[in-house]
Nanobody, 115 residues
């Protein structure tokens, strides 16, 4: 059974930092592209950052220079380091893994940035 469990969300002030984690089980993690998405009520889920199997990363323009995605295949974990947080970063953050023709989602973790 595949499971993705996100953690690390919470309430933070503007300009603060948080590190999200997503631990995967039930898959050969190293063979999957891993993405972080975010979603606010009434809006579509937005791709925030992605890391491929070779470690290449891409970011949404809105988070470039502030967020860093990384992965530790030995721990089957992906991280999203978020710095210089803004109120518009407030959202539920989800990790997604894609590979071997399948995609899986975590349950999400809430990030709230207060001004």
């Amino acid at each position: 059974q595949v499971q993705l469990v996100e953690s690390g969300g919470g309430l933070v002030q503007v300009g603060g930092s948080l590190r999200l984690s997503c631990i995967a089980s039930g898959i050969i993690f190293s063979g999957y592209v891993v993405d972080w998405y975010r979603q606010t009520p009434g809006k579509q889920r937005e791709l925030v950052a992605s890391i491929n199997v070779g470690g290449r990363t891409t970011y949404a323009d809105s988070v470039k220079g502030r967020f860093t995605i990384s992965r530790d295949n030995a721990k089957s974990t992906v991280y999203l380091q978020m710095t210089s947080l803004k109120p518009e970063d407030t959202a539920a953050y989800y990790c997604n893994v894609l590979g071997y023709g399948r995609a899986y989602w975590g349950q999400g973790t809430q990030v709230t940035v207060s001004s």
